[in-house]
């Protein structure tokens, strides 16, 4: 019944902003763990940024800190993922991914629950 739909996916220019979406139901905020997942055209699978409502945490791959901004709306049920001074290295698809608090670890491996992601394309 825990259901994740990416959206906001599109393509911008190097230096450019986009503003991704996970939409979700089966679950509230604050009885699970979020993270965003990238999957580059190398096929390069890697973290991004995962939120923990419950307790206001966030966590940032070093790769986008300083750039992206995880945050949740519990009565929208959405958790949005910002992203500032993009690159063509962060063209992937992006997916979101939900556990149940408290989470055994940020792996992907331990997220049971996947939405089927959204393309972000940064070219000239």
């Known amino acids: 019944q825990v259901q994740l739909v990416e959206s906001g996916g599109g393509s911008v220019q190097p230096g450019g902003s986009l503003t991704l979406s996970c939409a979700f139901s089966g679950f509230t905020l604050d009885a699970y763990a979020i993270g965003w997942y990238r999957q580059n055209p190398g096929k390069e699978f890697e973290g991004v940024a995962s939120?923990?409502?419950?307790?206001?945490?966030?966590y940032y791959a070093d790769s986008v800190k300083g750039r992206f901004t995880i945050s949740g709306d519990a009565a929208k049920r959405t958790v949005y993922l910002q992203m500032k001074n993009l690159t063509p290295e962060d063209a992937a698809v992006y997916h979101c991914a939900a556990q149940p608090y408290p989470l055994i670890s940020w792996s992907a491996a331990d997220f049971e629950s996947w939405g089927e992601g959204t393309q972000v394309t940064v070219s000239s």
């Open positions: 939120i923990i409502s419950s307790e206001g945490d966030t």
